[in-house]
């Protein structure tokens, strides 16, 4: 259970309010509320904002070391997600794969090789 002593509810008020002013609101505005969201309900959001992380970064192609903070989030949130959630890998195994990606972009071949290794490792304990 969290702290609600350390919750700011008018952020998370706000959060919520944002997700539903419009139909869809821009990947930016969801990643922001996401962040806030998953502070009170980490099951209900951490899968959302993993996903959008990875949408986010695409937006930054142009600069290659935020695409990377932001899909090294994204792997962070499905982390935590699996920590919290048995059965959920599929959602770390695509941040892990775009994180990949980012890395193979940059030229970063060893930490996406130790990424691969990751991938594979997780896809051979069947934990998919």
């Known amino acids: 259970m969290n702290n609600s002593a350390n919750i700011n509810h008018h952020a998370v008020l706000r959060a919520r309010v944002s997700l ?4 869809k609101p821009p ?9 806030v969201l998953v502070q009170v309900s ?9 996903v959008d992380l990875i949408k986010y970064s695409r ?7 935020m695409a990377l903070a932001l899909r090294v989030e994204s792997v962070d949130a499905a982390r935590r997600l699996c920590e919290l ?3 959920r ?6 941040s892990l794969a775009s994180l990949r990606d980012q890395l193979n972009l ?4 060893e930490e996406a090789s130790a990424v691969a290794r990751e ?9 998919v």
Do not use: T, W
């Not at 539903?20 to 139909?23: G, N, P």
């Not at 940059?106 to 071949?109: L, S, V």
């Not at 991938?119 to 934990?127: V, Y």
């Open 106 to 109: 940059m030229e970063r071949g």
């Open 85 to 87: 959630e048995s059965g």
């Open 27 to 35: 990947v930016r505005r969801r990643v922001a509320a996401y962040r």
């Open 20 to 23: 539903l002013e419009s139909e």
């Open 59 to 65: 937006e930054f192609a142009d600069r290659p070391e």
């Open 89 to 94: 890998q599929r959602v770390l195994l695509g």
């Open 119 to 127: 991938i594979a490792l997780l896809e051979s304990a069947g934990k």
């Open 42 to 50: 980490p099951l209900a959001y951490l899968s959302r904002l993993a």
